[in-house]
Nanobody, 115 residues
Framework: QVQVVESGGGLVQPGGSLRLSCAAS????????MGWYRQAPGKQRELVAL???????TYADSVKGRFTISRDNAANTVYLQMNSLKPEDAAVYYC?????????WGQGTQVTVSS
């Protein structure tokens, strides 16, 4: 079983930056995908960014050029650097860990973008 724990959310002004972290623990398989989803009030959960253990990256169109996903495989940690934040980026951000047969989610971390 794998657990993931997010950190790094908070309040930031429009145009500001935040860095989210997600650490996975437990029985970590080398072939996996870790990434971030977000859910704003009244909206469905949506993909933000994914990064496979092999280095393949997927970004939502809405964050391309502003967000950067990276990972430290040795530490089983994935990061999301968020720059040029907009009010519409405000949401609860969830970390996701998956393999071909298993998936788990973190509890989420709140990102608020407001002046």
């Amino acid at each position: 079983q794998v657990q993931v724990v997010e950190s790094g959310g908070g309040l930031v002004q429009p145009g500001g930056s935040l860095r989210l972290s997600c650490a996975a623990s437990g029985i970590i398989f080398s072939a996996n995908t870790m990434g971030w989803y977000r859910q704003a009030p009244g909206k469905q959960r949506e993909l933000v960014a994914l990064l496979t253990s092999g280095g393949r990256i997927t970004y939502a169109d809405s964050v391309k050029g502003r967000f950067t996903i990276s990972r430290d495989n040795a530490a089983n940690t994935v990061y999301l650097q968020m720059n040029s934040l907009k009010p519409e980026d405000a949401a609860v951000y969830y970390c996701n860990y998956r393999t071909t047969w298993y998936e788990t989610w973190g509890q989420g971390t709140q990102v608020t973008v407001s002046s």
